[in-house]
């Protein structure tokens, strides 16, 4: 079994919870905020046997778009001092996804 924990934007977890439930994949969604641009966004923890892995990555790269935002960094951030009078521009999403293998599952 793998376990998957995809972080997308808060714009596309709802359909993409949806297509995944849809397919009979669980999916548990946790509230997240990035660490640079100190937004929400959201963590899909989603447990799938290995040879849906695919089909699920699959699933992720079709309802997570690309953007672009354009924001002012918060201040604070290392390196970034002249940060507040210089907007800039970030590309976020659509998921960056980390796969890992699952030893057990257990349901009591
Ligand atoms: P954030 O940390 O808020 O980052 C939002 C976007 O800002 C990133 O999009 C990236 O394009 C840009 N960014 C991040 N750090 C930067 C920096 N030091 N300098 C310039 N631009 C920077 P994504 O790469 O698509 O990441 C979206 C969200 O996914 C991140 O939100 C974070 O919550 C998570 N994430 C991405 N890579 C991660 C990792 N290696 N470990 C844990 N979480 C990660």
Redesign the pocket.
Known sequence: MKLLFA?VQNDDQKSLTYALIERNINVTRIA????????G?STLMIGVEADRLDETLQVIREYSRRRQ?VTVPASG?PHNIDSAAMPMS?????A?V?VLDVQDTFKY
């Open positions: 972080i997240s905020t990035g660490g640079f641009l100190r937004g966004n935002v951030i970030v590309t976020v999403g659509g960056t980390f």
